[in-house]
């Protein structure tokens, strides 16, 4: 049955790209957070939102890939 084990990896990938997708988000945020609230002088305010901002893209972009 080789076309069931096609499957079944796409899945996995599937998976794997929408988990990397939400990590890289939510790290590209805290970086940003971070980096705003040395310059601000507002800890950790910009951290949070970066991190909430984050998130919310990483299901944005799951959302947009899974409709897709």
Not at 15 to 41: E, Q
Request: without cysteine; charged residues 15%; aromatic residues 10%.
């Amino acid at each position: 049955m080789p076309g069931k084990d096609k499957g079944v990896w796409s899945a996995f990938g599937l998976a794997g790209s929408i988990g990397l997708n939400m990590v890289a988000n939510i790290a590209v945020g805290l970086f940003l957070g971070r980096w705003a609230d040395s310059r601000l002088d507002s800890s950790p305010w910009a951290t949070v939102a970066g991190i909430v901002l984050g998130m919310v893209a990483g299901l944005w972009a799951t959302y947009k890939k899974i409709v897709k």
